[in-house]
């Protein structure tokens, strides 16, 4: 096992290189240049978007509920976990490079709404089946299907083994047996040398409960449970880091400082400057796009079914996410670790945050690790979900929708949430972290090929608004 591992943490290190960390980030900045940095100066409008329906928009459900099933998949562990790994590995300045990267970010995930919605496929019953597989067979032209079946394969693999089951249901089992049995005493049966305890067990049933509650019920029940649970355990998460930034707000200066010389390398010494940059750019940048999953390709998924006739309306919509994920919960997650010092104190991974938690406000340690780990639950459970509608909708296309094939690949993936936690996992957090780089490289080479296209599209959009035509279902009055 120990080889195999180390097998998969080279081809990691392959995939999630440089090359294709540039290439997001180069396809980031094209498409803003090519969109005049829309971005920024449409952000209020989409931020409104976000939260109003359009009228008489065909699809499956509204564009707020498509929002929050892609959000679901994205704000998740990586918003406490992954930040944390990449202030540890590439200090302070990972923050800073970690916001900028989600600033031009959020020009690919509107430029991945825009064509999710151009380039999907309507039934007569209202069902929607769209995402990278079908702009790049659709828009690229039928010779690139091959290129489409490969985004496809790898989004089934990447929710059924990878970042969409074992990995979530992992983490929410180590946070309850954290938490509830921190000596792992109780214990209910072992497998070799492998001892569970009850607090792993009881949290296996029941995240796999409520999984087959919700996904049995497909898309309406995921966006359902996904917009009450979503906007709530951010607001909560949110409000409990703004607590502890202002109960030691003297701290924040001093913590910015270090955040922005972190990023440029000020603090190393001699020749070590850019080396220190570097790394904090790589780790920042790496665990940003982890988080967000702009270029990725699995949000246009979701956005395919939204309840819109407007391309660049849903691709608004589709941009907030990366700002909520990154430009808030993330950068709440790394200002509350930087005020209360626990990025350089020896620890690693969640402990960094439960720390930070702990240390943040005047309550006990248990408390500040109880809120964390309802918070990660709610994150990890949501990601589940989430991540259950991408792969269904990549089998979908792969098996032309075969409804005996949907209903054993639903089981199939709820028996992996159920196994999960007493499985070795040392190597799928790497093997998820592959299928995620290979999912983003024909999503990539589409936005690029077709950004002629997403350019048009946002161009019409906006000439028919200002001229008061027949828009986001509505006649507006000149």
């Known amino acids: ?15 999630w290189g440089v090359p294709l960390i540039v290439m997001i980030m180069g396809t980031g900045i094209f498409m803003s240049l090519r969109l005049r940095f829309l971005q920024f100066r449409k952000l209020g409008i989409a931020l409104r978007y976000m939260v109003s329906n359009e009228e008489n928009g065909k699809g499956e459900v509204t564009s707020f509920q498509a929002l929050c099933t892609a959000m679901a998949a994205t704000v998740g562990t990586g918003n406490i976990v992954g930040v944390a790994t990449a202030m540890v590995a590439g200090g302070p300045g990972a923050l800073f490079w970690m916001i900028v990267a989600a600033c031009f970010g959020m020009s690919v995930k509107f ?36 290129m489409a079946k490969c985004f496809a394969v790898f989004g089934v693999l990447a929710g059924t083994l990878g970042i969409g089951t074992i990995t979530q249901v992992n983490s929410i089992a180590d946070a309850a047996q954290t938490f509830f049995d921190p000596d792992n005493s109780a214990i209910a049966f072992t497998v070799g040398e492998n001892a569970y305890s009850w607090a792993t ?3 296996a049933v029941a995240v796999a409960a409520l999984t087959t509650l919700v996904v049995i019920g497909g898309m309406q029940r995921i966006a359902t449970v996904a917009s009450l649970i979503v906007p709530a355990m951010i607001v909560i998460y949110v409000v409990v880091c703004l607590c502890i930034l202002v109960a030691n707000a003297e701290k924040i200066p001093a913590a910015l400082e270090e955040v922005v010389a972190g990023a440029f390398g000020l603090r190393a010494a001699g020749g ?13 940048i790496g665990r940003g796009l982890f988080s967000n999953e702009a270029g990725l390709g699995s949000a246009p998924i979701a956005a395919a079914a939204a309840q819109t006739n407007e391309a660049t309306r849903q691709g ?9 994920d990154t430009c808030i919960v993330c950068l709440m997650t790394g200002l509350t670790i930087m005020v209360t010092g626990s990025w350089n104190v020896g620890l690693d991974g969640v402990e960094v945050t439960i720390r930070a938690f702990g240390e943040g406000l005047p309550w006990s340690d248990s408390m500040g690790a109880f809120v964390l780990m309802v918070c990660l639950a709610f994150f990890a459970f949501t990601t589940i979900l989430g991540w259950n509608y991408y792969s269904e909708r990549c089998l979908e296309y ?14 199939i993936y709820i028996l992996a949430v159920l196994i999960g936690p007493f499985l070795t996992i040392s190597f799928v957090w790497t093997f998820a972290s592959i299928l995620n780089g290979l999912m983003a490289l024909p999503n990539l080479i589409a936005l690029v090929v077709l950004s002629g296209v997403i350019v048009k599209e946002t161009k019409d959009y906006f000439v028919r608004l200002e ?3 027949y828009v986001d279902g509505i006649k507006r009055k000149k």
């Open 272 to 284: 070590g400057m850019l080396g220190a940059m570097i790394v904090a750019m790589q780790k920042g």
């Open 316 to 324: 608004l919509v589709s941009m907030t996410g990366t700002f909520i």
């Open 467 to 469: 001229n008061g035509s």
């Open 111 to 146: 430029s991945e709404g825009v064509l999710a919605i151009k380039y999907r496929i309507l039934g007569e019953d209202g069902h929607a089946l769209g995402g990278p597989f079908y702009y790049i067979e659709r828009g690229m032209g039928p010779r690139w299907k091959w």
């Open 1 to 15: 096992m120990a080889t195999f591992t180390n097998i998969l943490v080279t081809i990691d290190n392959v995939v």
């Open 398 to 411: 792969l098996s032309h929708g075969n409804k005996a094939g949907m209903t054993a690949f639903r089981w």
């Open 201 to 203: 067990v009881i949290a």
